[in-house]
């Protein structure tokens, strides 16, 4: 088999990650993933002892699951839960207890697929019935999102308090809106962000600890922590072998 190049694109609202992984420990984030099988089937354990063995699979943001590729080559499409395609998915995720298996749609050859995963084209990977009209996300947790994605000098001074005064809303009342229409906490999204923003620094530099600075975390073993949290897996293990971070604009 021909040796495979791990690579990371990030967008605004989705990220790409195709390679090859280690098996996962239990884990969950605050984004919707879509789990694909470039070159096999993967094994996916989720709930009480649930496991199947499939070729693709969404799982919901919240999850905790655990993902073992056994030794094939993926694809994973993360969604923010503000992205139209992960608020079309809520509903059939609520009706379906937050795992859908064998999701994706004939696309013919491998090529094709990989063409439409850099694309991020979910609606020609995914069964047709899946993506529905997505409500539109209430604009006061819109503001709050484009001062969670800024970079760390913004992000740094931002607190729970300041972003519910800065839409005109109690603590309480914010926190309980974000997770109405995010589906996650405001507190699990903060991670998530960060997080993010951490992977997004390797376009700039390799080093792990730069990366985490770019997070806003406090060290490197602070973003070691939170991403073993959020994905499973060290960073080392995962962002190391990379060998290309794509941002788009």
């Not at 190049?5 to 090859?20: C, P, S």
């Not at 749609?105 to 609606?123: C, I, N, T, Y």
Request: glycine share 8%.
């Amino acid at each position: 088999m021909p040796q495979r190049t791990n690579t990371l694109t990030l967008g605004a609202d989705r990220a790409l990650y195709v390679g090859e992984i280690p098996a996962t420990g239990w884990h969950c984030h605050a984004s919707p993933v879509l789990l694909m099988g470039l070159s096999g089937r993967f094994a996916l354990h989720w709930g009480a002892g649930l496991v199947e063995t499939c070729h693709s699979a969404l799982v919901d943001a919240g999850v905790e699951h655990l993902f073992d590729p056994c030794g094939e080559v993926v694809a994973l499409v993360y969604l923010e839960p503000d992205s139209p395609e992960a608020r079309s998915l809520r509903s059939v995720f609520q009706r379906q207890g937050g795992v859908l298996l064998d999701v994706a749609a004939p696309v013919g050859a491998r090529a094709a697929m990989e063409d439409h995963l850099r694309a991020f084209d979910l609606p020609a990977l995914l069964h047709r019935h899946l993506l529905q009209a997505a409500p539109p996300l209430d604009p006061r947790v819109a503001h709050s999102l484009h001062a969670l994605r800024r970079p760390q000098q913004e992000q740094g001074r931002l607190a729970r308090a300041g972003l519910a005064s800065g839409v005109q809303l109690s603590a309480s009342r914010f926190n309980h809106l974000f997770r109405a229409e995010m589906g996650v906490s405001l507190r699990s999204y903060r991670v998530w962000s960060q997080v993010r923003l951490a992977m997004a620094g390797l376009a700039v530099s390799p080093r792990l600890t730069d990366a985490a600075l770019h997070g806003d975390f406090a060290d490197s073993a602070h973003f070691s922590r939170m991403f073993r949290q959020t994905f499973g897996m060290t960073p080392s293990s995962v962002l190391k072998p990379l060998k290309q971070v794509t941002l788009l604009d």
